[in-house]
């Protein structure tokens, strides 16, 4: 969508991990000169989409939902059970805002403000967490130095009971301290999410939402220390 600006990051992590990758804009499906139904994946990118002034992936959401050819086109492409999603920051506040059209995310939440009142930019240590996620599978308790860019991914649930649901069995990633505790507390929890909630997944798995971005950092070149025996390619 207008504003999102890391496609080409994540299309070179996708290449290097021997997907074939398509570059989709919203207005080629908008006009109907693409579709979903040829896809197994579809990656919602990171970036600003409308520069942020309708709300955080608020606006890209409602180009899908408020057109009733495109909104059926999502429904069936997240219906189908062979296919993945990924959302990454904007893209991850996009695909909060499309839940309704995404079976098995009816506990997620909205991302709002960061508790900092400011845009967050750094290295931040993310665990990965035992979940149902395709796109994650035999990385559990891995810790990560990954890039953070945001300044609304403060993890907004609608109630106690769907925070209890995602932190017990749908929390894909964290924020963690350098001690590999649960970051509760800022600068090692970046927007104050509950529980240091960095990422989620839905019920079978199937679609991950995120707020850091591993696509900047899968060359070990794009960190700021790494150890010597991990060659090229970062975790």
Request: proline share 6%; net charge negative; glycine share 12%.
């Amino acid at each position: 969508e207008q504003g999102v600006n890391g496609q080409r990051e994540m299309a070179a992590t996708l290449d290097r991990a021997g997907f074939e990758a398509h570059d989709v804009h919203m207005s080629d499906l908008l006009q109907g000169g693409s579709r979903l139904d040829g896809y197994r994946g579809a990656i919602a990118c990171g970036g600003f989409s409308y520069g942020d002034v309708l709300g955080a992936g608020e606006g890209w959401a409602k180009t899908i939902l408020y057109h009733d050819r495109v909104r059926e086109m999502f429904a069936e492409f997240f219906a189908r059970p062979d296919v993945f999603g990924l959302g990454v920051c904007n893209g991850c506040q996009m695909l909060a805002a499309l839940r309704e059209l995404i079976p098995g995310t009816e506990t997620w939440p909205k991302f709002l403000r960061n508790r900092s009142d400011q845009f967050e930019a750094r290295l931040s240590l993310v665990e990965v967490m035992p979940s149902p996620s395709v796109l994650l599978t035999g990385m559990v308790g891995s810790r990560l130095p990954i890039v953070i860019a945001h300044g609304e991914g403060r993890a907004a649930f609608g109630s106690p009971e769907a925070l209890a649901t995602c932190d017990a069995s749908l929390t894909a990633l964290r924020f963690v301290t350098n001690r590999g505790e649960v970051a509760e507390r800022y600068p090692a929890n970046p927007n104050g999410s509950p529980r240091g909630i960095a990422g989620l997944c839905n019920t079978d798995g199937r679609v991950t939402i995120m707020m850091p971005h591993p696509e900047r950092v899968f060359r070990t070149a794009q960190l700021s220390w790494h150890p010597d025996d991990w060659g090229e390619c970062s975790p």
